[in-house]
C-alpha cells in the first residue's frame, strides 16, 4: 500500500481500533502508511485523533441519543412507565444517553416488573457500591465504556445470581464463557445442549442478540462492552474456570482441522476468531493473582491456544 503503484489508489476501513498505545496494535500507529491512501478508522479511543499525520483525517464524533429520544424509546419498551416521563428523563440522563445502557435497562425493567423509574435508580444504587470500589482499582483506558455501563450490567448481574435456580446460574455461566470468544457468530456447537438452553435467558435481559453476520446466522452475538465488563468486572476467580470451558471446546470444535485436507478448511475458517479471541485472554506468567494450580493450568491452554491457532491461520 506504500509502494508508488498503489499510492493514491486504495480504500481502507479500519474498524474498532483499540488504544493506540495498546501493545497488539501500536505497529499500525507506528508504520500503517497512512498518507499514501485513503483510510477510515473507528475507535472508542481519542488517541487516533493524533495518528497519520496532521491534517490527514479529521474527527467525526457519533454522539449517544438525544435525551427526547431517548425517553420515548423507554416508554415504548417499558408500558408500565406510560406517565413517567419525569423519572425516565432522569433515568437517561443518569445513563448518560448511551443507547446499550438504556436497552439493559429496559430490559431490566421489563423481565422484573420494575414498577417505576425511580425504583430502577433505586437498585442501581444499592448495588454499585462495591462495583465502584472494583472499579477504581482496574487499569483505566482510553474510550473504555462508561462506569453507568458497568452499573447496569452489573445489576442484572446480580439479579440473576440472587435468583439462584438453574436457569439463572446456567445463563450466567453461559454469558461468563461467550465473554471470551469473539463477539459475533457464537455457535451452538461450541457448548452442550444443557449450557446452550440457557440462551434464552441471555436474550431476555439483552446481553446477546441473534447474529446478522454473514456466515454466521442461526448463532449469537454479544455486544464487546458487555464482554470487557463481564471479564473485568464480574468474573472474580471463575474467570480460569470459564476460560479453560471455552478452551476445551474450541479444542474439541478443531480437532478434525488438517492443513493437508482442503475438505476441513471450513472448521478453520469457522472457528479461527473464536480460537484467535480466547487466546488473547490466557493470562501470562506473572500477570495471573490465581492460585499456582490455576496459573500452571492457565499456562497449559495458553500454549495449546497458541499452537490451534497457528493450526488454523495457516490455511485462512
Known amino acids: 500500500l506504500s509502494s508508488d503503484e498503489w499510492e493514491g489508489r486504495w480504500l481502507l476501513v479500519l474498524d474498532d481500533l483499540p488504544d493506540p498505545g495498546d501493545e497488539g496494535i501500536s505497529w499500525v500507529a507506528r508504520d500503517f502508511p497512512f498518507g499514501s491512501g485513503k483510510t477510515l478508522a ?21 454522539e449517544g ?7 420515548a424509546w423507554v416508554l415504548r419498551q417499558v408500558e408500565a412507565w406510560a406517565g413517567e416521563q419525569a423519572g425516565v428523563l432522569e433515568l437517561v440522563r443518569k445513563l448518560g444517553c448511551l443507547p446499550l445502557a438504556i436497552e439493559q435497562a429496559a430490559a431490566f425493567a421489563r423481565e422484573y416488573s420494575i414498577e417505576t ?4 435508580l433505586a437498585e442501581q444504587a444499592k448495588s454499585s457500591s462495591k462495583l465502584r470500589v472494583q472499579w477504581e482499582k482496574r487499569r483505566k483506558r482510553d474510550g473504555e465504556y462508561a462506569f453507568s455501563f458497568a452499573e447496569v450490567i452489573s445489576l442484572t ?3 440473576l445470581i440472587e435468583a439462584d435456580d438453574d ?13 471470551f470468544l469473539h463477539s459475533e457468530g457464537i ?15 441471555l436474550k431476555r435481559h439483552s446481553l446477546v442478540v441473534d447474529s446478522h453476520a454473514p456466515g454466521h446466522l442461526g448463532g449469537m452475538s454479544i455486544n464487546v462492552l458487555v ?7 464480574l468474573m472474580g476467580r471463575s474467570k480460569i474456570v470459564a476460560l479453560g470451558g471455552v478452551m476445551q471446546a474450541l479444542k474439541t470444535a478443531i480437532e478434525g482441522l488438517d ?7 471450513e472448521v478453520g475458517r469457522r472457528y479461527a476468531r473464536h480460537v484467535k479471541a480466547a487466546a488473547s485472554h490466557v493470562p501470562r506468567e506473572g500477570d495471573s493473582q490465581d492460585s499456582d494450580g490455576d496459573l500452571r493450568l492457565a499456562l497449559v491452554w495458553c500454549d495449546e491456544a497458541r499452537q490451534w491457532l497457528e493450526k488454523g491461520a495457516a490455511i485462512l
Not at 488517541?47 to 474527527?59: D, S, V
Not at 455457535?187 to 435467558?201: C, G, M
Not at 464482554?227 to 468486572?233: L, N, T
Not at 492443513?259 to 478448511?265: G, S
Open 167 to 179: 436457569d439463572s446460574i446456567g445463563a450466567i455461566d453461559l454469558l461468563r464463557k461467550m465473554a
Open 65 to 71: 441519543m438525544a435525551e427526547a429520544e431517548a425517553c
Open 42 to 62: 473507528t475507535s472508542r479511543s481519542q488517541g487516533w485523533i493524533e495518528e497519520g499525520g496532521a491534517g490527514n483525517w479529521g474527527k467525526l464524533a457519533l
Open 259 to 265: 492443513r493437508e485436507c482442503t475438505a476441513t478448511h
Open 157 to 159: 448481574f446480580g439479579r
Open 117 to 120: 423509574p425511580a425504583l430502577y
Open 227 to 233: 464482554q470487557d465488563v463481564v471479564r473485568e468486572q
Open 187 to 201: 455457535q451452538q456447537d461450541l457448548f452442550q445442549e444443557d449450557e446452550w438452553i440457557h440462551v434464552s435467558t
